[in-house]
């Protein structure tokens, strides 16, 4: 049982991780990048190779600095695909943005769908189960830390310009191919941490764990608990965590799961597409809950 | 003969081709009035197969009355989706509606996988298929095989392109709809009934859409719930090829990549025709994103 | 209202700027000068191509052919955020303020460049950063302060009044510490009070943060009581160049507004097109 709650946190924190590194790129900057299952298979499949393929002699005797050397190698790898998304992404508004990040997103699950070298269709077995709870916590509070620090500063500033009006932002100065590009690195790059944690957690690595409907379900996570919002994001990661662990318990339920997720995606958008956060903001709840107004910024919908 | 293998190529390119056009100038039609990517576009497709197979099978119907049967209920699916999950974000900003939609293709498939069942269904032989070689009845070509699905295909399919045509361009309906994609708020202050234009446009793709998917089910003989990703994906290739918001771009798109990947599988790589799409895809969103026949939009400061 | 001194070089400097769109020329041969200092207008009736021309001076978009010379270097072709580095700054028409961002803000963003730090002080919250974004803070209220919208600072620059608005797409073009400000329609939507107020702080932004500026009006009383020489588009054209006085009286600019009328009914132009934009 206490196994059974250990691997969901550790899935919460994965998914936290995830979040917020999606949060940088759609919340933050404005971009809607819908491919970040491409990064996260490429930081997952990067770190299983090194601990299984190239070094898995030194990863049984030092299995927590092979996590940590893994994880670096997953990030760097990651960080690459960003670049290369990024670039020629830059050009694009909006709707086609999007829909080129879904074609990055499944070139990358397709290339690896025919990778001989980490199983290809057969899948990757095999892989030490390095990530345990404490290092979960490790990573997904770096995560949470380093990315406050950035959008809390002056480079967070010039990012968020983007997302509000970008013609404005290059008028005062701001490189929007830069910030952009930089957008989609640092998304990918912890994309890429959650990655080798995955990969180290589920010890088998299929590309089918990388499909679309990944890239789907982080979006949902940061839509529904406010896009552009750190809080929101960890706040979405648990309940769409948690939502599948729920909708289990019933037979009937758990065989509509994906359903559930559609119809929560379309209500969110009609009733509070704040998200949650944004929900508690306007309105009694906030009165009640919270004495101190706090300004939370949400997605107001400046015009991608 | 190579001229032969060609020609047996491009009959199949252009009746691929065929069904890519109907479903890519739902996506267009949308797009040009909306500005909007209706995601759930390739679902509609999917339903539609599924309403032929209702249609065939279950009722009973004969050929000519399943297609409108298929037209009615999908277009009728389309039109309350607009209504119930679209029409309330219209005007804000642009990834509500991206992420509904998104919402509105999962809810669909898995309804239909739910309902129906994921394992691929047989789908009725709706006609006689003859197959002729072309070769015996001209006396010149050999080894060129045209069936009659193909022949139906083809030939309803620009019936309806025809049709479609025809409102656009000669009805009052067609003209508003016009007159929305070309400025949607100065069409509002003259008048156009928004909601109705919108709510027809919205038939009118999705019934082709659903014309694709009958058409698709008597050719290949099965449908599945997740026949609407793939395919809705290359449609929506197929109209950002041709310049999406463009009702010829869409058709000229949907045949050029009808043709192209009949090209790949029949000159090279079979396993590499989906690919062609992704490629095609990826090729224009980075260099002409406008589409062949489509003008770059000029940012208004 | 002082002669600009013509044995100097221009700070900028525009040469047959022309720029189509397709089959329409909407800009043609502009010939355009602003020395150091210089209050300069651009006027036109509605549709001229004025902000078409702030746009190729700012580089959003690229003139067909021309040169335009700022500084001493050329910058056509440039991207507004290089122009912007060079040291002209602008203003829109239609407010782009930040709005999910704080007044403060919006201010800080355009203070970037002079940040003073790198990413990874940033990111491991090293002393330097929690130094040099005080700094950053007290230079934006600064500038702030300078126009009466220290209140303001924590305000979200959507909650703002429109007239707070336009201060504040003001104080952030300052905040780059341009050498060439371009305003374009900054009276747009204000009553004739705040005109006035505006066309003393013009002048005072002016003098204080040593600039020179272009502006794009249709409030003929604005214009003519501050500009020092005043550019007049039509169609694209310039018909005409001079000081107030002159334009006031040149035949080619009373038929271009109304074909014959007075240009005290030029202000009632400017109320319409405040009211398009209120």
Known sequence: MIEYFGQIFVLFGINVILASSLNVINGYCGLFSLGHAGFFAVGAYSSAAFTTL?????????????????????????????????????????????????????????????????????????????????????????TLIILNNLIKSSFGRCIKSIREDEIAAQAMGVNVRFYKTFSFVVGSLFAGLAGSLFAHNQEFLHPSNFVFMISVSVLLMIVLGGLGSQKGAVLGAF?????????????????????????????????????????LKKGSLKNKFFKKAKNEPGFSGAPL | MIFSELLQYLINGLSQGAVYALIALGYTMVYGILKMINFAHGEFYMFGAYMGFVGLSVLGL???????????????????????????????????PLITALGVSIVLLELM????????????????????????TLGILQDVYVQRNQLVILGLSLFF?????????????????????????????????????????????????????????????????????LAGLKAFTAAVLGGIGSIPGAVLGAFTLGICEALVVGYGESSYRDAIAFGILIVMLMFRPWGLLGTPERVKV | ???????????????????????????????????????????????????????????????????????????????????????????????????????????MVSLHARRNYNLATALLRLPRFFSQEKVLRSEALNILGNLGLEARAETYAKNLPYGDQRKVEIARALATKPKLLLLDEPAAGMNPIETAQLSGFIQEIRKKFSLSVLLIEHDMSLVMKICERIYVLDYGELIAEGTPSQIKSNKRVIEAYLGGGGLEKLSQEKNTAGGAHA
């Not at chain 3, 020329?25 to 009736?45: H, R, S, T, Y």
């Open chain 1, 54 to 142: 190239i070094a898995p002699e030194w990863t049984a005797q030092s299995p927590h600095l092979a996590l940590l050397v893994s994880s670096l190698i997953a990030m760097g790898t990651a960080g690459i695909a960003g670049l290369a998304v990024g670039i020629p992404c830059l050009r694009l508004t909006g709707d086609y943005l999007a829909i080129a990040t879904v074609g990055f997103g499944e070139i990358i699950r397709i290339v690896f769908l025919n990778m001989d070298v980490v199983g290809a269709s057969r899948g990757m077995p095999g892989i030490p189960r390095l990530t345990t709870i404490p290092w979960v916590i490790v990573g997904a509070a770096f």
């Open chain 2, 161 to 229: 392109m025809g049709i479609l045509r025809f409102i656009v361009m000669k009805t009052p309906m067609g003209r508003a709809m016009r007159a929305l994609s070309v400025d949607f708020d100065a069409s509002r202050l003259m008048g156009v009934p928004i909601n109705r234009v919108v709510a027809f446009t919205f038939f009118l793709g999705a019934s082709l859409a659903g014309i694709a998917g009958i058409f698709v089910g008597m050719y290949y003989n099965q449908i599945e719930p997740y026949m609407g990703q």
């Open chain 3, 1 to 107: 209202m002082s002669t600009p001194p013509k044995d100097k070089k221009p700070l900028l400097s525009v040469r047959d700027l022309t720029i189509r769109f397709g089959g329409l020329v909407a800009v043609n041969n502009l010939k355009l000068d602003v020395f150091d200092g210089e209050l300069v207008g651009l006027i036109g009736p509605n549709g001229a191509g004025k902000t078409t021309c702030f746009n190729m001076l700012t580089g959003v978009y690229s003139p067909t052919s021309g040169q335009i010379v700022f500084a001493g270097r050329s910058i056509v072709g440039l991207g507004p955020h290089k122009i912007s580095a060079a040291g002209a700054a602008r203003t829109f028409q239609n407010i782009r303020l930040f709005k999910e961002m704080t007044v403060l803000e919006n201010i």
């Open chain 2, 113 to 136: 996988r739910v309902t129906a069942g994921a394992q691929p269904r047989a789908f009725p032989q709706a006609l006689d298929n003859v197959t002729w070689e072309l070769g015996e």
């Open chain 1, 239 to 279: 309940i769409v965590t948690l939502l599948p662990e729920l909708l289990r318990l019933n037979e009937f339920v758990s065989q509509i799961r994906m359903l559930v997720f559609g119809l929560i995606m379309i209500l969110v958008m009609l009733v509070f597409p704040e998200g949650l956060l944004g929900l």
């Open chain 2, 62 to 96: 004969p050929f000519w009355a399943a297609i409108p049967f298929v037209i009615v209920t999908t277009g009728l699916l389309a039109v309350l989706v607009e209504r119930f999950a679209y029409r309330p974000l219209r005007g804000a900003n642009r990834i509500a």
